[in-house]
């Protein structure tokens, strides 16, 4: 991300929302108050209502990131709080947890929180007080201070109109009883790669489990969710019997699947903001090494160089190319796919190199594109890597181009083993 920025790459988000009256809410299969439930965006569509760039990092850190004082309970007229109870928590215990971290009522004034829009709310002391109050009171409604929105109701806050019935209490609507319906609809609407991730990482947290009747009970609450589920995770524990599900609170609805639940499949088709490694050695053909970077970054990619040596190499015309990283201190984890551009006396000394093996080994086994000439095959057959759709040769750089853009997610069965 540093890099992508400093290149002028910058990482954006689009800025949504989900808008839905009470009565569209009363129809849910769910609690919208519930805050460990989602609304599926098939149910109700994202409204984008702006753009998020970050366009550069902190002058400071401290100064623009740890005294960062985010605090629900600022808000602007058209907004108010819902009765969600984790909501509701939180607009109490932020600014005491402001208050302890930075050590003052006064931290709205902080240049970092302080508003950039005009803004009054009255508080005129307390510890670190850096304005100079005027007027007479320190309260609104009034008619006494010039800069008060006074005694006029389109000016000052007031709350909007809620219709909600039943009266307000310390309890739980019955919907809150639904544990799993939602986990099941999470889990079906995933691809067969997500799926596979998501019992796979059952299966190794519940390894860490010390107490086995602990492991049973989560396996029992899976069946809760989807048999099949449960029966991969017991089969990765080698769990032969498989326990009781607990009994349900509310019964266990079938949601419809939800597609934008899932990752895989959803990422723009783009290289702007990614990096590509290439491996070099004395030797290494600049050519091929200048189509290959050429091709990247006209995608919008960034190429880092990588050599045993970080003043670089001794190309095959003689000219030293310069490396941005040390072999052993640049993995090739730090790239989104890789080129092994190698002579086959530079493939010879590299294949004595740990960190050359680490570097082709796992840029496989993470499902990166792998493009080679044939010094850099002599290194991934060291390295024992197979070849597949994702490992190509160097002419074909227009195919690791699109391969480079996503993950090989088909090689994943062949490097390690999953639930």
Excluded at 36 to 60: A, C, F, Q, S, Y
Excluded at 148 to 172: D, L, M, Y
Excluded at 263 to 283: N, P, Y
Excluded at 386 to 409: C, E, H, P, S
């Amino acid at each position: 991300m540093f890099e992508a920025i400093k290149s002028g790459n910058f990482p954006e988000w689009e800025f949504a929302v989900q808008l839905f009256t009470q009565e569209e809410a009363d129809e849910f299969p769910f609690d919208h108050l519930d805050p460990t439930k989602l609304i599926p965006e098939e149910m109700v569509p994202l409204k984008v209502i702006g753009r998020m760039v970050l366009d550069r990092w902190p002058n400071n850190f401290f100064a623009e990131t740890e005294q960062v004082a985010y605090c629900p309970g600022n808000i602007v007229p058209g907004i108010d709080f819902s009765n969600d109870p984790l909501l509701q928590g939180r607009l109490f215990s932020y600014i005491d947890t402001q208050l302890s971290r930075l050590g003052s009522p006064n931290f709205h004034q902080i240049p970092i929180n302080a508003p950039k829009c005009p803004f009054g709310n009255h508080q005129r002391d307390g510890h670190m007080q850096m304005e100079q109050p005027v007027g007479r009171v320190a309260y609104e409604t009034n008619s006494l201070s010039e800069k008060s929105p006074r005694e006029n109701p389109s000016q000052g806050f007031h709350s909007a109109a809620v219709h909600e019935t039943g009266e307000k209490g310390r309890i739980r609507a019955e919907s809150f009883a639904d544990h799993y319906s939602q986990a099941r609809q999470f889990y079906l609407s995933q691809t067969a790669f997500e799926q596979a991730h998501i019992a796979s990482a059952l299966v190794f947290e519940l390894s860490r489990v010390e107490h086995m009747h602990v492991i049973m009970a989560m396996v029992g609450h899976l069946q809760n969710i989807d048999d099949s589920l449960a029966e991969r995770v017991a089969a990765g524990l080698a769990i032969e019997e498989m326990p009781d599900a607990p009994k349900v609170a509310s019964p266990v609805q079938e949601l419809d699947l939800s597609p934008a639940l899932q990752i895989i499949g959803k990422m723009k088709d783009t290289l702007k903001g990614r990096s590509i490694g290439i491996l070099i050695a004395d030797g290494s053909d600049g050519d091929v090494i200048e189509k290959i970077k050429m091709a990247a970054t006209e995608a919008g990619a960034t190429v880092k160089i990588v050599a045993p040596k970080i003043g670089g190499a001794i190309l095959n015309d003689g000219l030293i190319l310069p490396a941005d990283g040390q072999l052993a201190g640049t993995p090739s984890v730090l790239f989104d796919a890789v080129a092994v551009i190698l002579s086959d006396d530079g493939a010879m000394a590299l294949a004595m190199e740990s960190a050359a093996i680490d570097f082709a080994r796992d840029a496989f086994g993470h499902l990166k594109a792998i493009v080679v000439d044939k010094g850099g095959q002599a290194l991934l057959q060291t390295a024992k890597v197979g070849l597949d759709a994702g490992v190509m040769a160097a002419k074909n750089t227009d195919a690791f181009i699109a391969a480079a853009k996503t993950r090989q997610w088909e090689r994943e069965k062949f490097v390690r083993t999953l639930a």
